[in-house]
């Protein structure tokens, strides 16, 4: 009897409510900074996620300004309350745009990827490219950062969101540091070939006969 009331709720509730957790920890580039939450890359991807019949749900816990440091100190909590499949690492800018230590970024970073893979989750890292006039030693080893926790850790990495797209003035707001609507499908698009190797294919739909 147990057995057929468990089979009847089954069928009744909603696909979403058996969905994984894909948990995104980002800054402003990820958090839908100036533009409207649902036309920024994250919201595009659960729509990607939605259309392919992926059993899996977006947590966006990017925070506009956020550091290594704050970020790592959050972690652990968000972890507990939302059990993620996939942790997406999307953080390091507000690092090199203040100057702060590498050596502390990239600990920050290393256990954030440890506390991730520690909850069962996989992880997925994406750099952040440094505007070329902080000259060419920093951002060289700023960039390598993510590179050497790639090759440490033996991860899936996603070199830069905007790669290609911060040079474009067309595809930016006018401060120049943040994506602008136009340019969220080619981030999203970015995003997906980074993250499908990671995903879990979607059970095959019946058709009718």
């Given at each position: 009897?147990?057995?057929?009331?468990?089979?009847?709720l089954c069928l009744l509730l909603p696909t979403a409510a058996f969905a994984q957790i894909i948990l995104?920890?980002?800054?402003?580039l990820s958090a839908a900074y100036g533009i409207p939450v649902e036309q920024g890359w994250v919201s595009l991807l659960q729509q990607r996620l939605d259309s392919g019949g992926y059993p899996y749900r977006?947590?966006?816990?990017?925070?506009?300004?956020?550091?290594?440091?704050?970020?790592?100190?959050?972690?652990?909590?968000t972890l507990a309350g939302q059990s993620p499949a996939v942790v997406m690492l999307a953080l390091?800018?507000?690092?090199?745009?203040?100057?702060?230590?590498l050596k502390a970024m990239k600990s920050n970073l290393?256990?954030?990827?440890?506390?991730?893979?520690?909850a069962g989750a996989?992880?997925?890292?994406?750099?952040?490219?440094?505007?070329?006039?902080?000259?060419?030693r920093y951002t060289e080893s700023f960039q390598a950062i993510y590179r050497e926790l790639a090759r440490e850790?033996?991860?899936?990495?996603?070199?830069?969101?905007?790669?290609?797209i911060g040079t474009e003035q067309a595809l930016m707001q006018a401060d120049g540091i943040h994506p602008n609507v136009a340019a969220q499908p080619l981030?999203?698009?970015?995003?997906?070939?980074?993250?499908?190797?990671?995903?879990?294919?979607?059970?095959?739909?019946a058709t009718a006969g």
């Open positions: 009897m147990l057995n057929r009331i468990l089979l009847l995104v920890v980002g800054d402003s977006l947590v966006n816990a990017s925070i506009s300004g956020d550091t290594t440091a704050n970020a790592r100190a959050r972690l652990p909590q390091g800018g507000n690092d090199g745009l203040r100057g702060l230590s290393a256990t954030m990827i440890g506390s991730a893979r520690g996989r992880v997925l890292l994406i750099g952040v490219q440094l505007p070329p006039n902080y000259g060419p850790f033996d991860l899936s990495l996603l070199p830069s969101l905007v790669d290609g981030i999203c698009d970015r995003v997906w070939e980074a993250l499908f190797p990671l995903l879990h294919k979607p059970a095959a739909r």
